[in-house]
């Protein structure tokens, strides 16, 4: 069945650890989406992508990272963790005129 | 930059009775209007959605929006909610202006009591 996977679901991690957040999708989408949600408030764009090498800054200035070297994967790199970055990560991907998300995840940093 | 406005951020209703929620957006150009939902514990999923034609939209489970393009909204109506309903409800605009992604209101929680 076609989807969209994010892993880890839940992360908690020291202040300073690089960590790599995995979005993978079987749906065949070109473009794919980085939102960041805390709690109670709306998502916010942080990263998209048109394809594979292609990846623009959303509206939400971020210190992450993204790459995107195979249409599947849209991975999502912190390289030095704050507890600033304490969020819940959404990773979407589009059709031709709706997103489907994944299940997000939780991060936290002490 | 476009905006999106949710002006209940809980509602409490109980089995049976009609929603609305209200959601304004800020953009004066063409745009697409979503309402997505997040059940406890679930993805967000696609309630329904807008581009163009009818502006009365239905969607899943017998939700409908209404687009009046006047007063720049997009409310979301049921008119008999069941306890499953209980979830985060967010209207989304997608962005114009050759950028990509959608623009999210804050939400709205829902609850409905049995």
């Known amino acids: 069945e076609a989807d969209i996977y994010q892993t880890p679901r839940y992360l908690v991690i020291g202040t300073g650890k690089k960590i790599t957040l995995e979005c993978s999708q079987t749906?065949?989408?070109?473009?794919m989406y980085w939102y960041q949600q805390d709690p109670g408030m709306e998502l916010h764009l942080i990263h998209y992508?048109?394809?594979?090498?292609?990846?623009e800054k959303g509206d939400l200035s971020s210190e992450s990272t993204v790459s995107r070297i195979r249409t599947e994967h849209f991975p999502l790199t912190l390289e030095s963790a704050r507890p600033s970055h304490t969020s819940q990560y959404l990773c979407?991907?589009?059709?031709?005129?709706?997103?489907?998300f994944g299940p997000g995840t939780r991060l936290t940093v002490l | 930059a476009q905006s999106v406005s949710q002006h209940n951020h809980h509602v409490i209703l109980s089995e049976a009775a009609s929603l609305e929620l209200g959601c304004n957006y800020s953009?004066?150009?063409?745009?697409?209007l979503f309402w997505y939902v997040q059940y406890p514990g679930q993805h967000l999923q696609l309630l329904l959605k807008?581009?163009?034609?009818?502006?009365l939209v239905k969607g899943i489970k017998g939700f409908e929006a209404e687009f009046i393009k006047s007063k720049f909204s997009f409310n979301l109506r049921k008119p008999s909610v069941q306890w499953s309903d209980t979830a985060e409800y967010f209207c989304?605009?997608?962005?114009?202006?050759?950028?990509?992604?959608?623009?999210f209101g804050k939400g709205t929680h829902l609850i409905i009591q049995p």
């Open positions: 979407a991907s589009r059709g031709s005129n709706e997103q489907f």
């Open positions: 749906m065949g989408h070109d473009k």
């Open positions: 992508s048109y394809g594979v090498n292609s990846t």
């Open positions: 953009y004066g150009g063409t745009v697409n």
């Open positions: 807008y581009f163009s034609g009818d502006p």
């Open positions: 989304a605009v997608k962005r114009g202006g050759g950028a990509d992604g959608l623009t």
